[in-house]
């Protein structure tokens, strides 16, 4: 698996993100300068977390309008695989390749703590490495991270099994008080329509040692670069 | 230009006398202005320096002292630690959310200026009584600044302590502690060197925020705190990102000669410290200044406090270089002056001369001041007790303010970032990070106990040092050294100079017997408001390393395990948390500080640590002996059953020095251990269970022990 990270200024868990990658592919990702548009020989393109721009606009606003972005639609539409995590997955809905909007975490409060997510489906390259219905821990870290869409879209989402993660308790049941920042539907995670863009808030990428905590996000890149060998 | 005006400025006759002395002549605004900056309190330690000299500050391990932006230790691997502590207390009064988050910058910025990539940060904060309706207020926006600025710049926030008390109602203290790395044959100083060398400025435009922030931070407050909003700098953690980023990227090249931050004092301070630090001269053209105001005067340019700026001297010709770095990160660059042999700093302004002074007399007759000390008065006597009601009594104190589960603080900072931190806020008695790409970790905790400090001065700050200490030994780390933060009243009362004196002596004995010297450090005096000061508070943040971030021990008990007291059974309820929460007085002498048996307890555990096999370890502090097992137990979720014990107030929560609770598959042999070492030890109990049942049969289930422990903070927050 050929992977890049794709860094615009004020993102900063583009190493934490590399070291997961690293640890499943064994080869070290690229790191994509977010001014860069020539993408060619990368399988997976990786927008990890953190600020950019300070997040002083919207979320992911102003990263979105980056020269970079063209070209990971481009690689997108060529049928490539897109991740964003946390500040990448807001990029990519501020980008419009996915649908939605991530609002204010309900409590009005950042949230760092981990989180209990349950994999709805398992037939996706992000997940092939889980079984559906499992229930994974993961931290999160995140101030925007209540995910909205009008109803129609929410329908559409389930109804096309889009939903990729849910918020649950630990015994993988949907309850409010587990559903932190207050997403719509418990919704942690989305896909595009062909299942090969992820977006999620939770930071998998952060529990991929033992030692830091657990491996629960290991399966994730394992799937990847399973699914994206070459 | 007079007296009157300087006075304003915060200097007093004789220092004016001798700033007409060192010019020959009347200073100008602008000069007039860099003097008073250069010798507020803040910046020239003017009452504290007599002291801080007698700090141990050597050891092997130390590569450099204090006198640096911060301190550095090697730890092994051709790896370097660079770490310090500094308050924001005033600004974090005025406005603390803007207070807090640029005290973390600041601190960064110390630390990556030296060439580390910062790893961690911590804090110590000290708020006022939680039923004053301000502490709530404070509170939050502290937490908030702290998460946003931390959060944001990507840098992991992992430990911390936090205490309320009155003495702080009108006077929040805001200590931030960065950690960074580097490789240590690649430390950046800031003395300037090369005459003719440029002198960049990058980073943030300078306006008029801040300006004079050194001088407000130098006095105490009145009724008027509020007007002085103005005088707090607003912080912009992107671009302290960018700036990280651009540094680090320019220093893996040989372009720099020597870096500083503009911190306190901004342009001022880092000019003037730089050349006068090389023995040189430095020119200034202000016109180059980048600046986000217009009609800023050469006084307001010297003194602004804008945040996220640097001050580099360049070798001549890595211009080109260093700007298309700064420029890739889209931060301002611009060449500012240049070096010179007049030993003199120049400052010119839309063609005139602004400034001109002499740097050699500038810091070598700044004021120093040998203060009157008197001694604390003796603390109260302890009166009448009531007899100690073993679970209603821990229950009490599990919930109180200095001993309430921080979660809802933790929280709100991103403990994680990095992909490095082993044990997480409240996992460990130190904070672990892990040095990427190595298997080596560091230990990192912050640590004071005020009121032992109030009672007794010496004693009260050897604590704050042995417990940091504990708190490193405790997870199996080696503990390297410290950096303290010395938080006081007004140095101009005996009584406040005399805590002041004795602290730095009790910090002193300490770190001699523990081999823990001190590396860097902050002075905040006159922390009062309308004639009342703070508690004395010596924070201090420890740093030790583990050579293997696996072998590193938390807190949490498991089910199945023997609890064990190390060091002997505790009865001082002096200066207790029991004695206070429970008994209602703040009363006695703080409990005593054998420095001998601290290390020799403390060394026997790290042993065990490192010879596998105890599964937790956790000192005894605030709170005493039951309140420790209380937390072991929570953070592990299982309960225990104690064996019989002394059934006495001092040793279920006396605060006794020097001793530890284990959690251990096999207790006799720890015991065995500990017998053959000549370490007092104790077999507690075992845990298991969904309760904590006491000697006395009484039984508290968890949940319980855990919704009392963590009401506080959400009832005083989220009401």
Do not use: L, P, Q, S
């Given at each position: 698996m050929r992977a890049g990270i794709v860094v615009f200024p004020g993102i900063n868990r583009e190493r934490d993100m590399a070291i997961a990658l690293e640890r499943a592919s064994g080869r070290a990702p690229r790191m994509v300068w977010h001014r860069e548009t020539d993408l060619q020989g990368l399988d997976l393109i990786v927008i990890p977390g953190g600020f950019s721009y300070g997040d002083y606009l919207r979320c992911g606003a102003m990263a979105a309008q980056s020269p970079v972005m063209e070209s990971i639609r481009a690689h997108a539409t060529r049928g490539g695989h897109v991740l964003g995590v946390c500040n990448g997955f807001q990029i990519l809905v501020e980008s419009q390749l996915l649908p939605g909007a991530l609002l204010r975490n309900a409590s009005l409060r950042f949230l760092s703590m981990d989180c209990h997510l349950r994999v709805e489906r398992a037939d996706t390259d992000f997940t092939a490495h889980y079984q559906r219905g499992q229930v994974i821990r993961a931290p999160m870290a995140h101030g925007d991270g209540n995910y909205f869409a009008d109803d129609a879209t929410l329908d559409r989402l389930e109804g096309e099994g889009l939903v990729a993660f849910r918020y649950v308790a630990p015994d993988g049941s949907v309850t409010a008080a587990a559903n932190r920042n207050g997403s719509a539907r418990s919704i942690a995670g989305i896909l595009s329509p062909n299942r090969r863009i992820l977006g999620l808030m939770p930071h998998p990428e952060d529990l991929v040692d033992p030692l830091l905590g657990g491996t629960d996000g290991a399966p994730l890149f394992e799937g990847l670069a399973a699914s994206l060998a070459a | 230009m007079n007296q009157a005006l300087a006075a304003e400025f915060g200097l007093d006759a004789d220092e004016y006398r001798r700033v007409l002395d060192i010019m020959g002549r009347t200073p100008s605004f602008a000069e007039l202005g860099i003097f008073s900056v250069m010798w507020s309190e803040h910046c020239s330690y003017k009452s504290s320096r007599v002291w801080l000299r007698t700090l141990p500050t050597q050891a092997p391990w130390v590569i450099h002292g204090p006198g640096e932006n911060a301190g550095v230790v090697a730890i092994g691997e051709g790896l370097a630690a660079i770490f310090k502590m500094e308050s924001h207390n005033h600004p974090s009064f005025i406005e603390p959310y803007q207070g807090a988050a640029t005290g973390v910058g600041g601190i960064l910025r110390d630390v990556f200026t030296m060439g580390a990539r910062p790893v961690a940060n911590l804090n110590a904060l000290r708020f006022g009584d939680p039923a004053n309706p301000a502490t709530r207020r404070i509170v939050d926006g502290v937490v908030r600044g702290i998460g946003g600025y931390g959060n944001c710049v990507g840098v992991p926030t992992v430990g911390g302590e936090i205490n309320f008390h009155p003495a702080y109602d009108g006077n929040p203290l805001v200590n931030a502690m960065t950690v960074g790395i580097a490789p240590a044959g690649r430390i950046f100083l800031s003395a300037a060197a090369g005459i003719g060398n440029p002198v960049v400025y990058v980073g943030s435009r300078t306006g008029r925020d801040g300006i004079h922030g050194a001088t407000m931070a130098s006095a105490e407050f009145g009724a008027d705190a509020e007007s002085k909003r103005p005088t707090v700098q607003v912080g912009d953690p992107f671009v302290e990102k960018l700036l990280i980023e651009a540094c680090l990227e320019l220093m893996a090249t040989d372009a720099i000669v020597a870096i500083q931050d503009?911190?306190?004092?901004g342009l001022t301070s880092s000019s003037v410290e730089m050349a006068g630090k090389g023995g040189v001269g430095i020119e200034l053209d202000l016109d180059q200044v980048p600046q986000r105001e217009t009609g800023m005067s050469a006084y307001e340019m010297m003194l602004s406090e804008s945040q996220e700026r640097m001050l580099i001297v360049l070798r001549p010709g890595a211009e080109g270089i260093a700007r298309a770095i700064f420029e890739k990160w889209e931060l301002d660059f611009a060449v500012i002056g240049h070096l010179t042999g007049t030993g003199r700093i120049v400052v010119r302004h839309q063609g005139r001369i602004e400034a001109d002074i002499p740097l050699a007399p500038l810091a070598d007759q700044a004021p120093l001041y040998h203060r009157p000390t008197a001694p604390s008065p003796p603390p109260r006597p302890i009166g009448s007790l009531p007899a100690a009601r073993l679970a209603e009594d821990l229950v009490r104190l599990v919930a109180c303010p200095d001993l309430a589960s921080r979660a809802w603080v933790w929280d709100q900072y991103d403990s994680t970032v990095g992909g490095q931190t082993v044990k997480r806020p409240g996992a460990a008695d130190a904070a672990i990070v892990r040095v990427d790409g190595h298997r080596l970790a560091l230990a990192l905790t912050t640590d004071c106990t005020p009121r032992y400090v109030a009672a007794d001065p010496e004693a009260g700050a050897a604590q704050a040092v042995a417990e940091a200490w504990r708190n490193i030994t405790a997870t199996g780390a080696r503990p390297l050294a410290i950096t303290d933060n010395m938080n006081f009243g007004n140095p101009e009362k005996p009584v406040v100079m005399g805590q002041f004196a004795g602290a730095v002596a009790g910090i002193a004995r300490a770190c001699i017997a523990l081999d823990f010297p001190v590396v860097s450090g902050n002075v905040s005096l006159y922390n009062e408001t309308a004639g009342s000061p703070i508690l004395p508070t010596p924070a201090i943040g420890g740093l030790g390393v583990l050579a293997d971030a696996a072998q590193a021990v938390g807190l949490a008990a498991a089910p199945g395990q023997d609890l064990v007291l190390l060091g002997g059974d505790p009865s001082h309820l002096g200066q207790s948390l029991w004695l206070r929460e429970i008994a209602g007085q703040e009363a006695g002498p703080p409990p005593p500080v054998d420095l001998a048996a601290e290390r020799r307890h403390g060394d026997f555990v790290r042993a065990r640590i490192a010879a596998g096999g105890v599964a937790a370890c956790h000192d005894v502090a605030d709170g005493g002996l039951l309140v420790a097992i209380g937390e072991m137990l929570l953070a592990g979720d299982t309960g225990a059953v104690l064996g019989p014990a002394p059934d006495a107030a001092g040793f279920w929560f006396g605060e006794d020095q020097a001793r530890y609770v284990l959690a251990v598959a096999d207790g006799a042999a720890l015991l065995a251990a500990a017998q053959a070492a000549g370490i007092p030890a104790r077999l507690l109990g075992r845990t298991g269970g969904e309760g904590l049942t006491l000697p006395d049969g009484a039984t508290i289930s968890l949940a319980t022990l855990r919704s009392a422990h963590e009401r506080f903070f959400p009832a005083l927050m989220e009401s």
């Open positions: - | 503009m911190g306190a004092a």
